[in-house]
């Protein structure tokens, strides 16, 4: 069973333009976390979406960031017209079921870089 | 959500027993505290749990006190594999709250 797959593992923007990052879950997870990590810092959540639906955007910037995981295909997280502060490893994790006794497994991550 | 303190960083010889402490001062009755590591370029990997007195798995062992203000995580007999940073993380994570809240964690280096 294939862990949880991120791509790409590096990904690179220019100010302005738009950076796509997928995130296959785990076989059989219909639960999938977004969280961002600044260099030294640790991970801050971003969102939690369910098959089809956004479940917890709490941690989503209110502008330029969105996230989807469709019916079909991995989920994305888009960011629209990136700047210098979106630099940032980006992590996305799945678990099968929601609650506490479900283990949230992490991919190896999108490091984005805006020049 | 209740705030956790540790130390930023520690240094340890391979082949002893490492304990790293986190304060977590405001823990709620709900809350449980879970332990993550994290090695360089990858994603955290969940170690441990646990709600009160000792909890053990082939990893490692979390030791919480009576009043649960702070927690243990130790690992037995470290090797250099043992490198990474290790976070401390208090929350009920139940339905509706799975949101995972990381501080910067303790960087625990394992020299040869």
């Known amino acids: 069973n294939a862990g949880v797959m991120q791509n790409p593992r590096h990904l690179v923007r220019r100010r302005g333009q738009e950076a796509r990052l997928r995130c296959s879950p785990m076989k059989g997870h219909s639960h999938v976390y977004w969280y961002r990590q600044l260099p030294e810092e640790g991970l801050k959540f971003m969102v939690y979406?369910?098959?089809?639906?956004?479940?917890?955007e709490s941690g989503m910037p209110k502008e330029r960031f969105s996230a989807e995981f469709p019916k079909e295909g991995p989920s994305i997280l888009r960011i629209q017209q990136v700047v210098r502060g979106d630099s940032a490893a980006y992590f996305c994790?799945?678990?099968?079921?929601?609650?506490?006794?479900?283990?949230?497994?992490f991919g190896p991550g999108t490091r984005l870089t805006v020049l | 959500l209740a705030k956790t303190t540790q130390p930023i960083s520690m240094d340890s010889y391979e082949g002893q027993e490492v304990n790293i402490t986190c304060s977590h001062n405001?823990?709620?009755?709900?809350?449980?505290i879970t332990w993550y590591q994290q090695f360089p370029s990858q994603g955290p990997r969940f170690i441990i749990q646990g709600y009160k007195t000792k909890v053990t798995n082939e990893v490692a062992s979390l030791f919480i006190p009576a009043d649960r203000k702070s927690s243990t995580l130790s690992l037995p007999r470290v090797s250099l594999s043992d490198t990474a940073v290790y976070y401390c993380l208090v929350g009920d994570h139940d339905f509706g709250n799975e949101k995972l809240t990381f501080g910067t964690g303790t960087r625990l280096t394992i020299i040869p």
């Open positions: 405001n823990i709620a009755t709900n809350d449980y």
């Open positions: 994790a799945s678990s099968p079921l929601a609650g506490r006794d479900n283990e949230q497994f």
């Open positions: 979406l369910q098959k089809e639906n956004i479940i917890d």
